[in-house]
Nanobody, 117 residues
């Protein structure tokens, strides 16, 4: 099994920045993608950013140019640097580990990010 623990989150003003981190443990050799998803109020869960083991990166359209995903392959962590935050970035952010078939190995518990004056 893979276990994910997220850190970061909280309240930030519009235009501000915040970093989220996620640490993986357990059967980490099975992990291919490490991703960030979010679920905004009254919306379904959506992909924010994804980074594969070989460095391929994808971003959701609404965060391109503002958010940056990075991975530390020695510590098995994935981070999400969020800049120029907007109120519509308010959501619960989830870390996800996926295998080579893009099946979820594990989800984090989620961390609340609130962007408000």
């Amino acid at each position: 099994q893979v276990h994910l623990v997220e850190s970061g989150g909280g309240l930030v003003q519009p235009g501000g920045s915040m970093m989220l981190s996620c640490a993986a443990s357990g059967h980490i050799s099975r992990i291919y993608d490490m991703d960030w998803f979010r679920q905004r109020p009254h919306n379904s869960r959506e992909l924010v950013a994804s980074m594969s083991r070989d460095g391929k990166i994808k971003y959701g359209d609404s965060v391109k140019g503002r958010f940056t995903i990075s991975r530390d392959f020695t510590k098995m962590t994935v981070s999400l640097q969020m800049n120029a935050l907007r109120p519509d970035d308010t959501a619960v952010y989830y870390c996800r580990a996926g295998d080579m078939d893009d099946d979820a190995l594990a989800w984090g518990e989620g961390t609340q990010v609130t962007v408000s004056p």
